[in-house]
């Protein structure tokens, strides 16, 4: 007996980031985001792997948004959590980025996603907001929180970020 379904398919497409990359070095990072946001630079690929926009930027806050799918699914039929902390370690990272000069680069050390509820596909579109809480000279804090349209908590992340000084040019 053959149970076999059609496969569901979703197309991924995303930019070149050669040119994100080079701008990195030369651009002041809250410059980039807002260039990003705005469609002048690409989306990093795996931010467009996930289908995720990148739709505020202001000094120390960033926020990304998702409407999830299938795709995102895993077993149990809601999103994964892998991809919950994709998105919130980029809304932080990205958060921690707008506060550091060209040229510095941050990596997180830590992060820790407490799951609220199921997120899915009728759960519609997602906002992830991430704020820099404190950034120093060698390490950064800062925290996600992932809310629907109606602001219901689905997730928060705190995590920690370890900033690197530019390197030889």
């Not at 040229?103 to 992060?111: D, H, I, K, M, P």
């Given at each position: 007996m053959n149970n076999a379904q059609p496969n569901r398919q979703a197309?991924?497409?995303?930019?070149?980031?050669?040119?994100?990359?080079?701008?990195?070095?030369?651009?002041?990072?809250i410059d980039l985001f807002r260039a990003v946001r705005d469609g002048r630079m690409p989306i990093e690929p795996c931010m467009a792997?996930?289908?995720?926009?990148?739709?505020?930027?202001?000094?120390g806050e960033v926020a990304l948004a998702l409407t999830p799918a299938e795709q995102h699914y895993d077993h149990s039929g809601s999103m994964q959590a892998g991809i919950l902390a994709a998105l919130t370690d980029t809304a932080a990272g990205y958060a921690i980025h707008t506060r550091?000069?060209?040229?510095?680069?941050?990596?997180?050390?830590?992060?820790?996603v407490s799951l609220i509820q199921p997120i899915t596909a009728p759960t519609g579109r997602i906002r992830c907001v991430g704020r820099a809480i404190r950034v120093g000279a060698r390490t950064a804090t800062a925290e996600a929180e992932l809310f629907d349209a109606a602001g219901a908590l689905y997730a928060t992340m705190s995590t920690s970020f370890i900033v690197l000084p530019p390197g030889p040019v």
């Open positions: 197309a991924v497409s995303w930019s070149d980031p050669t040119n994100l990359y080079a701008a990195r070095k030369r651009m002041k990072p792997l996930l289908g995720a926009e990148l739709v505020l930027v202001a000094p550091v000069p060209a040229g510095v680069s941050c990596a997180t050390l830590e992060l820790q």
